[in-house]
């Protein structure tokens, strides 16, 4: 009987600690609730809140990962603004994580979020420890800073006293702070018709208390690293490609016109991910496997020269057009022109220095009788 009421109570223990984290984006209302890994949830918390709409690098997951974090950030992700957009137009970005869930607690909370569901939930969700890295270390180097504010203030956009600029993270302990899940009940419509106007748009996380000591320290599944130096420079030293050019190619994707220099790996996995996270090269090549036979290995093969496209293109995404033509061609006609105004002075100069002939004088003499 003990044996059984063991088994049992280590059967429960188990079954709390797999307890998902709900993800809740109330600018969305998805029809169904999809599963992530820890590490793509963290990308999407880093997107979401960047200020250029930037995420870590992919270099943290593996080549397999690579199409489904694509996909997830930009689904999950917040919408990429156009080149000539308002900026009045952004909204402002707030995340909120709530630790120490009880089930009573996702009650309570779960009947004023009845109007939609958990956008994507986290399984494996990691500790305490993690969420304070994630904001003190990630986010702060994004240049999101953790409000001090209560969540009373925080929700609200007007107060700039806990805004960094148009992004804000707060984490509250509901162990701590008991009203803080009751605080949030009470203003769910409120933020709710703010994501619908567009002014602020609101990612709740709501950690399950049975995670609170998991043994996962970490939101990502490895620590974020800059590539191997080995890597070719001119590969990875690359701009974002132009709105116009990814629009052309994939205007459903706000991930791609936003993927940092770092984050551009040398090669991938499959031609799908190569042009999903390139924008198809930027319009300007096509991603061809530069081993067949070999491996896979896809990279942005850039267009040549051109009638209908007469510039050179280059980069990891095509992007960087080659200057060094109209360069040179301006650097040459200049040195034309500085020579043959040189050597206009020159003559001028000298033709100035000769002696007058004699015969100039002649006529200006006295005559004599």
């Known amino acids: 009987?003990?044996?059984?009421?063991?088994?049992?109570?280590?059967?429960?223990?188990?079954?709390?600690?797999?307890?998902?984290?709900?993800v809740y984006i109330l600018s969305q209302d998805p029809s169904s609730t999809e599963q992530l890994d820890r590490s793509v949830a963290h990308l999407v918390f880093l997107q979401r809140l960047s200020t250029d709409g930037a995420v870590g690098s992919l270099g943290s997951l593996a080549a397999d990962d690579l199409d489904v974090a694509i996909s997830s950030i930009n689904k999950f992700g917040k919408q990429a603004q156009t080149l000539f957009s308002k900026a009045a137009a952004d909204p402002s970005q707030l995340l909120i994580i709530l630790e120490g869930m009880t089930a009573a607690d996702s009650t309570a909370l779960g009947k004023a979020l009845d109007f939609t569901k958990p956008s994507f939930q986290v399984a494996d969700t990691p500790s305490s420890a993690a969420h304070r890295s994630l904001v003190q270390k990630d986010l702060a180097s994004a240049g999101v800073v953790q409000t001090k504010c209560d969540l009373e203030r925080a929700i609200n956009p007007l107060a700039e006293e806990c805004w960094s600029g148009k992004s804000s993270v707060a984490v509250y302990d509901i162990k701590k702070d008991p009203l803080a899940a009751i605080t949030l009940a009470d203003n769910i419509a409120r933020l709710g018709l703010l994501a619908?106007?567009?002014?602020?748009?609101?990612?709740?996380?709501?950690?399950?208390?049975?995670?609170?000591?998991?043994?996962?320290?970490?939101?990502?599944?490895?620590?974020l690293r800059r590539r191997e130096t080995e890597e070719v420079m001119t590969e990875?030293?690359?701009?974002?490609?132009?709105?116009?050019?990814?629009?052309?190619?994939?205007?459903?994707?706000?991930?791609a016109t936003h993927i940092k220099d770092s984050a551009i790996p040398a090669c991938f996995s499959s031609q799908s991910a190569c042009q999903?996270?390139?924008?198809?090269?930027?319009?300007?090549?096509?991603c061809d496997n530069k081993y067949p036979g070999v491996k896979d290995c896809f990279y942005c093969n850039c267009s040549k020269y051109t009638a209908e496209d007469p510039h050179h293109w280059a980069g990891a995404t095509c992007s960087r057009q080659d200057v060094s033509a109209p360069f040179w061609l301006f650097a040459g006609v200049t040195l034309v022109l500085l020579g043959i105004l040189s050597f206009a002075v020159t003559l001028l100069f000298n033709?100035?220095?000769?002696?007058?002939p004699g015969v100039i004088g002649a006529g200006v003499g006295k005559s004599s009788k």
Do not use: Y
């Not at 609101?202 to 049975?210: A, C, N, Q, R, W």
């Not at 990875?236 to 991930?255: H, I, K, V």
């Not at 999903?276 to 300007?284: D, K, L, M, R, Y």
């Open 1 to 22: 009987m003990k044996f059984s009421l063991g088994v049992a109570a280590a059967l429960a223990g188990c079954a709390a600690a797999s307890q998902p984290a709900d």
């Open 196 to 223: 619908q106007s567009g002014e602020m748009e609101t990612t709740l996380v709501l950690i399950p208390e049975s995670t609170r000591s998991s043994g996962i320290d970490a939101w990502s599944s490895s620590p």
């Open 236 to 255: 990875l030293d690359e701009t974002a490609p132009t709105p116009e050019a990814t629009s052309a190619a994939q205007p459903a994707s706000p991930f």
């Open 276 to 286: 999903t996270a390139t924008g198809n090269c930027s319009g300007h090549g096509s």
């Open 351 to 356: 033709v100035g220095e000769e002696k007058l």
